[in-house]
C-alpha cells in the first residue's frame, strides 16, 4: 500500500470497535473496523471524534498504530489522567462502540522505502506508537535500511508493545531503552532523562546521514531534536511529532457541554 493515502480524503468515517488489547494498565490498543478506510502511509494520524448524547464533540489526534498492510487499522490511546477523551478511550470504550475518524492525516512524519535510512527511532512514552507502525512498515518492505530505536519510558512495566520490540530486536532492530523514573535493580540499561551524552553513545554518525523519527511529549522531542541538532544532524532529516498539551482549537463546540453528559 505504499503510495496509498492521497491528500483530499478529509471526511468523517463511522470506525467500529472489534478488539480492544491492553498493552500496559494505562495504555490500550483500539483494532476498528473502519470499511471505506483509504489506507495510509507509516507515520500519519488520525483525527478522532466523540459525541456525547448533548451533541457535545471533541476531537483529538491519534497515530496509527497499524502498518499500511495491516488488516485493521488500529490506535495505541496512553491515558491522561486529568484529560477528556482519553480516559474515555482507555476505560470507557467497549468492543462494539463506534467513533468517528477522519484521515489519514499529515505527509511529513511519513516514512516509506524509498526514503531509506539509517533510522533513527527516538521514542518518549506514547511517542512509540507511530515509529511502531514504521518499524512495521520497515519490515513488511523488506527495507535494508539499518535500524535503532531509543525508547525512554517511565518504568519496564510502562513499555508498550514490548513482545514486538523483542522480536524486532531479534530480527535485527537494535532497541535500547532508558527508564526514567524506576528500574529494577539488576537493570544495567540507561535510567536517566534522554541527554546528549545518550545520544552521542546511541546514534548513527552524522556523516552516515541519518534519518531521525522523534515521538512523544513535547519537552522530550525538544530535548532529542536539539541534541540531535548538536550532534550536527541535518535539521531538515530530523523529523518531529509532539504529543503535547491539547490547543483549545481542537475542542469544538465546549459551550454545548453539559458535564452530565458522558462522551459516547
Ligand atoms: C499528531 C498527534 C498524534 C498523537 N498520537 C497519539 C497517540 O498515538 N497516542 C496517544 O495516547 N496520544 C496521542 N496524541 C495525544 C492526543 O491527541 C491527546 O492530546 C491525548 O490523548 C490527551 O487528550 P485528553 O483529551 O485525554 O487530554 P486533554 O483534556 O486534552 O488534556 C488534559 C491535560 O493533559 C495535558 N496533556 C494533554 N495531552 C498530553 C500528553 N500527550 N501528555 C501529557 N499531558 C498531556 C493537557 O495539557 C491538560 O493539562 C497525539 C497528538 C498529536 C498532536
Known amino acids: 500500500m505504499e503510495g496509498a493515502a492521497l491528500p483530499g480524503r ?11 488489547i491492553e498493552e500496559t494498565p494505562r495504555v490500550r490498543t483500539l483494532l476498528l473496523d473502519c470499511p471505506d478506510w483509504p489506507g495510509h502511509l507509516a507515520g500519519q494520524h488520525v483525527d478522532v471524534r466523540l459525541t456525547a448524547e448533548d451533541g457535545y464533540q471533541a476531537e483529538r489526534s491519534y497515530s496509527i498504530a497499524s502498518a499500511p498492510a495491516d488488516e485493521v487499522l488500529a490506535l495505541t490511546v496512553e491515558r491522561i489522567d486529568d484529560g477528556e477523551v482519553s480516559p474515555y478511550l482507555v476505560g470507557e470504550l467497549r468492543v462494539g462502540d463506534e467513533m468517528e475518524l477522519r484521515g489519514p492525516i499529515g ?7 524509498m526514503r531509506g535510512g539509517p533510522l533513527l527511532l527516538l521514542a518518549g512514552g506514547s511517542g512509540i506508537v507511530p515509529l511502531r507502525c514504521i518499524m512495521r ?5 523488506m527495507s535494508d535500511a539499518p535500524v535503532k530505536l531509543l525508547y525512554s519510558v517511565r518504568s519496564q512495566g510502562e513499555i508498550i508493545y514490548r513482545n514486538e520490540l ?3 530486536a531479534r ?4 532497541v535500547i531503552y532508558t527508564l526514567t523514573r524506576e528500574w529494577p535493580p539488576e537493570w544495567t540499561g540507561y535510567h536517566r532523562r534522554i ?11 552524522a556523516s552516515d546521514r541519518p534519518l531521525a523519527y522523534v515521538c512523544g511529549p513535547t519537552a522530550f522531542v525538544e530535548r532529542a531534536a536539539s541534541e540531535l541538532v548538536a550532534l550536527e544532524y541535518e535539521p531538515d532529516r530530523i523529523k518531529t511529532e509532539r504529543f503535547g498539551p491539547t490547543n483549545d482549537s481542537t475542542i469544538v463546540d465546549r459551550s454545548a457541554r453539559d458535564n452530565t453528559s458522558p462522551i459516547t
Open 10 to 20: 478529509l471526511i468523517w468515517r463511522s470506525a467500529r470497535v472489534v478488539e480492544i
Open 195 to 205: 541527554d546528549g551524552d545518550m545520544l552521542r553513545e546511541i546514534a548513527w554518525p
Open 107 to 113: 505527509g511529513y512524519f511519513v516514512w516509506s522505502k
Open 137 to 141: 512498515q520497515h519490515a513488511a518492505v
Open 166 to 168: 523483542d522480536q524486532f
Open 171 to 174: 530480527n535485527g532492530v537494535e
